[in-house]
Structure formats: C-alpha cells, structure tokens
C-alpha cells in the first residue's frame, strides 16, 4: 500500500489578471522505505507541491490519498489531525523553540497528541540517540551546531510515528560535510523505520542519498 500517492494534482492561482498554473497534472506515488528527491529551479512548484503533500493547501484537480485515504475533502480540524498523526516536517530551518531543551523539542510535539507518558519519553530519548544526541538531551538550541539542530528537526519530525516525512531544503543552511551528514541521517531513518519521504532539494549533491528524482518545471513533474 502506497504511504502517499498524488493523483493528477493541479493548482490553479487567479487574480483579476490572469491565471497562473503552479502544479499541471502532478502524478506520483511513494511507497513505504521509499525515499524521493524533487529537484527544480525557483518557482517551479516545488513549494507548492510540498504543500499539498503536507495537507496544507488543497489542490484546484485531483487528489491526495494518504494510506488510501482522499484527503482533499477533509475540513481544517481533519487536516490538522493528518498532519500531527501522519505527516513529520523538516524544514529549512530547525526552527527550535529557544527556551526548551532538545528533548523537550520532542515532547512539546508528543504532548500535542495527548499526555506525556514515560514511554513517549523514552521514545523520544532512544530517537535522539539513534541521531548522536544522546549527549545533548538537556542542551538548548543556542548550544547545538547547525547540524546538530537539524538533527533535532529531523528527530522531531519522526517523533509522532507518522507514515510520511516531507523535507523542505534540509540542508540549505548546512555547510557539505553537516549537508551529507543530514541527508545521510533521514535516509537511514526513513529506511530503518520504514517511512515514506519526500525531500525538495537545490543541491545535487544530496540525489545519491534518494532511491528516485523527479524535476519539476512549469509545474510539470517528470522523473529524471
């Protein structure tokens, strides 16, 4: 069964003037284990695609199955619980709350599905771990490198036990080595844990990392 599969997506912008097509006919399904690299120049849909992939923005055509699920019909409340139960997000930025310490990064999203039990925190703990952060569990992100505070991100968005993980320029403040180190992690986790990943990517250098690549242009997505 397909994680999550995109089904003839198209978004369509209107202003008084014109109508702009970001996304045209977007077809694309990854499976369990499977981790896929979207290339593509500046306002190709790339942004666009990720946000419908995330359940932030719905298609004008088509749709999006998570798990065999249509989600398009889905209200906001419905949307919401999809992207907390099923949806990890890395971004370009760690974005780290700066007042909680790199475990509680991961507890403050756990606590966002319910109560915080000891064995959430020890999933948590054993996750961070797995990352190298075992020894930073009470630092705060002013202590952590750049890399490390990715690290964190991409604990956190794994954190939830969801079915998808969506990268956005994971590595886009990163210098190489910290790049490779990263993009080697999420795709070791999403194999370990058997995720289903998408990563948007300006750098190429990352693509040995993905099992395929897709270009998007003119909001035309074709496998490379």
Known sequence: MASIQLENVTKRYK????????LDQVSLTVDKGEFVAIIGPSGSGKSTFLSIA????KPTD???FIKDKAISSLNEKELAHVRLEQIGFILQTANLIPYLTVLDQLLVVVKM???????MKKIATELLEDLGLGMKLKKYPNELSGGERQRVAIARSFVNNPDIILADEPTANLDTARAHEVVQLISKEVKSRNKAAIMVTHD???LKYCDRVYRIEDGILKEE
């Open 204 to 206: 190429k250098r990352m």
């Open 62 to 64: 088509g749709e999006v």
């Open 15 to 22: 202003d008084s003037e014109r109508e702009t097509i970001a």
């Open 113 to 119: 599905k319910g109560a915080i039990t000891e064995e």
């Open 54 to 57: 995330g359940a932030l923005l």
